[in-house]
């Protein structure tokens, strides 16, 4: 079988802990055959798709492998969506059959699976499973054929959905093994060693991390809700060594009591600005080097890993060196597609067999998202430095100021380093005439600065076309909870962004 993650190491090792129950990698190999079983007892055979909108645990693991040996497409819902957004994604795979929990999060979404299956003519089965329940189909003689081949479809995952509705980028079977193999030996994953998965499987971040520790023989430790404190006492009990998350996540789990004395390797997307202050607590308090990641629903997370003896300050900065030489990337100019030199500025694009196979479903989005000589554009903005890259931020987040191309990461550190602010995010709004114009919107710190201060020290401090038009106070910024952690919502900070642009303190800035 092409994913075959579970064969490499000896049977009797753990494979993961979760709500109360241990199981052993020969116990989850099982269990995936009694539940290919069970698909195939329902009519699903290869190119078929299963839609799985259940909590991590036993059971997600088990449809997995039961769907990579049946050749089987598994469409992973979040369980935070409500239904009109799952029945999206559910109808965007035209699943045949759709696994929801009895009872989660004090949400019937057995009655909303019930409610698709009258309005999706192609979703034939509904099926019950307990939200954190051990393995099931014990009853089902175990399926030992094996149709899972290298270039079959294995799991999706959706994309943000920020500038519409998400779209499901799929990969293969090949793809996934292959990758599970490479990020377990880059992060020095050992047979014993123990991985906690407080993101959800559903999210790209959070699969990765599991199937890295699945293939390298160490063990999963899944929550089945991330909170600080859980988390905290999860490292402590289980002798957690290996966790990747967003830098959120790392800030509210440093702030819990816990030792964290066996946790040897980590790193983070940063979402909410705290890379450095999670980079610096790690190491002061524990020796623990913190490194930025790299990665996307397109091209799978942990696909580029920022180097652990470097220091703090590039350590923390999203990218790395691609985790494989089958990987490979390259900066271009966005508008004609010319490639770039080292330290210069423009998109990242890439190849490898860690890059989708395209999105579901959506014949039109895939040819928009690959150039013509087959290149996966990200629609990131980054540079190169040798055999890493460095991302700075989303194309539609940079900015054109009077001219210039400005990676608005720059102007929020430099307003961080003014005592008076804790925390800043810029955006740019675009203004007939003039074009995109700056405006930051700064966390203040206990000895808050008035904006006509930070206006001088940037103007002090920075090129003149780098200067914001306005610097807002706010107490919090906008943010969602992704599948891979809290991200700000920049596209809501344009709309905010666009009343004090009426009234200037500014309109002098050159």
Known sequence: M???????????????????????????????????????????????????????????????FGAAQLGVLMVPVSTRLKLSEAQHIVGTAAARVLVVPEKFLDFDYAGAGRTMQASLAALAHVIEVPAEGGFQWLACEPHREISGRDADALCTFSTSGTTGKPKLAVHTQGGLAAHARNAGQVTEIRPGDTMLCALPLYGVLGFVSAVAALAAGGTCVFLPVFK??????????????????????????????????????????????????????????????????????????????????????????????????????????????LPKEDGEQGELQLRGYNVMKGYLNNAASTADAFTSDGWLKTGDLAYAKGNEFFYLARLKDSLRLKGYLVDPTEVEDFLCSHPGVEAAQVVGV??????????????????????????????????????????????EFPQSNGPNGVKILKNVLREMAKPYLESSPSSTAQ
């Open 2 to 64: 092409a994913f075959d993650i579970l064969d490499q190491h000896p049977a009797e090792l753990p494979a993961f802990h979760a709500a109360g129950q241990t199981a052993t990698r020969a116990e989850l190999k099982l269990a995936g055959q009694r539940a290919a079983a069970f698909l195939n007892e329902l009519g699903l055979r290869r190119g078929d798709t299963v839609a799985v909108w259940i909590p991590d645990g036993a059971i997600w693991l088990q449809l997995l």
């Open 228 to 337: 600080a404190d859980a988390a905290a006492a999860a490292i402590e009990r289980h002798g957690v060594t290996h966790f990747y998350a967003s830098d959120g996540m790392f800030d509210m789990v440093f702030g819990a009591q816990g030792s964290f004395a066996t946790w040897r390797r980590g790193g983070f997307a940063e979402f909410a600005g705290l890379g450095a202050k999670v980079i610096d607590q790690a190491w002061s308090r524990w020796g623990l080097r913190l490194s930025g990641i790299y990665g996307m629903s397109e091209c799978l997370a942990l696909m580029a890993i920022r180097d652990t003896a470097g220091d703090a300050r590039e350590r923390g900065m999203a990218g790395g060196t691609p985790i494989s030489p089958e990987m490979r990337f390259r900066i271009v100019d966005p508008g004609t597609g």
């Open 430 to 475: 675009h203004q007939d005439g003039e074009g995109d114009v700056a405006v930051a919107f700064v966390r203040p710190s206990a000895q808050p600065a008035a904006e006509s201060e930070l206006l001088a020290y940037c103007k002090g401090g920075i090129a003149g076309f780098k200067v914001p038009r306005r610097i807002v106070p706010i107490d």
